[in-house]
Structure formats: C-alpha cells, structure tokens
C-alpha cells in the first residue's frame, strides 16, 4: 500500500519534523504534503486543551481537504502552571478511523516574554523581536532559544510526531 500523508500547515520546522519521522517509521510513503487549514482555536492558544483541540482540528481538517490516509496537526501554545508560564506542544494523527493524540515539550519562558502574551502578542512575532530575527518559529522556535540551540523546533517535534506513528501502527495491528 502507498501511504499518501498530509500535514495541517506550512510551517517549515513542523513539515520537517513529520518528514524525518514517517520517513524513519512508515514504509511506502506516496507523498508528504503540507495544507493552510484552520486550527479552529485561537492564533495563540493559552492551555493544554486549547492546543490540543487545535492540533485535533488541524489533523481533521487536513484528513478532509486532503483525502490522504494519514494527516496530521502539530500545535504550538503555552499553559500556566502557578504563576509561570509554559510552552506546551501538541500533535494528533487522523485517519479515518480514529484520531491519535500525543503531546510533548515544556519549559517555563522568561517574565518578558510573558508580559508580550499577556498583551495579547503571539509568541512568533515575540520571539523575532527578542532574538532580532526573522521567522524563528519556523527554525530553532522559541525552545530553541530558550536551549541555547540544544533542541530547535523541528526536534521537539519529533518525538511526539513518534508518539503519533507508534499509537498508528501498535492500534493497526490489533
Ligand atoms: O503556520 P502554523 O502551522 O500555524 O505555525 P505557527 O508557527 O503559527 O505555530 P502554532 O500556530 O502552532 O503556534 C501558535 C503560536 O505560538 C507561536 N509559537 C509556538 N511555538 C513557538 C516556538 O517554539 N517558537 C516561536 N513561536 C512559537 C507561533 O508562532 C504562533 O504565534
Ligand atoms: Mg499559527
């Protein structure tokens, strides 16, 4: 069988990270493709459920837009845990059967940063102002700023996009 994949952005680091994991865990891939589609939550989720439920959407939506047998949806937000704020990162697989969700990363962002979110900026745009970059959530993203470029965006993505793939094939296989 071909396994035709769809992927619910244009995001390079995200594209990157779905690439290198089917790539290493799925066989006969036909095409990995990467589709606009709405994540149906706000620009800048602010908890797990919203970020989750984004990452749901996305893999539903990109399922439906694409007809492909396997679409996924990575989302970026952040969490209070207290009185510190985290990034938190989500991932979902739709297939026809069922969705498939798994989450990953979090580490506290410095109070500046926080201050920008709570004025309603969203992280990208933050995070391009700080490093005096351009287009950082396509490339290290804010963990990889915050890592001293240990661990950029695609990377962190990577093993949840893995929790996806191996839900997918441990659940084919009953
Ligand atoms: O094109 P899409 O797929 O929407 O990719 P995105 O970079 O906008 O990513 P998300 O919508 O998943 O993330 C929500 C917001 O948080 C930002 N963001 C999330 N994680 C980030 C990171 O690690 N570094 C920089 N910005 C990040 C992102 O730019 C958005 O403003
Ligand atoms: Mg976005």
Redesign the pocket.
């Known amino acids: 069988m071909n396994v035709k994949i769809a992927v ?4 390079k ?2 594209l990157k990270a779905v690439e290198t994991v089917v790539n290493r865990t799925l066989i006969e891939i036909s095409s990995i493709t990467g589709y ?1 589609v709405d ?1 149906g939550v706000s ?3 602010f908890s797990d459920e919203e ?1 989750r439920l ?2 749901i959407n ?1 893999a539903k939506q990109t399922l439906q837009t694409s007809r492909a047998d396997l679409a996924f949806g ?5 969490k209070w845990i207290g009185k510190e704020l985290y ?1 938190c ?1 989500w991932a979902a697989l739709a297939t026809k059967e069922h969705t498939y969700t798994a989450a990953g990363a979090q580490i506290p962002l410095p109070i500046e940063i926080v201050q920008s979110l709570i004025a309603g900026e ?7 102002r700080y490093t005096k970059e351009q287009d ?3 490339h ?6 915050f890592t001293d470029g240990l661990i950029d ?1 695609a990377q ?1 993505f990577e093993p949840i996009v893995e929790m996806l793939v191996g839900q997918y094939r441990y659940w084919s296989k009953q």
């Not at 969203?122 to 391009?128: C, S, W």
């Not at 290290?140 to 700023?145: E, P, Q, S, T």
């Open positions: 619910g952005t244009k995001n680091a995200k606009d994540s620009a800048q989720p970020t984004g990452a996305r990575l989302e970026g937000g952040v990034l990162n969203e992280l990208g745009p933050v995070m391009d950082t959530r396509q290290a993203g804010a963990i990889g700023v965006r962190m």
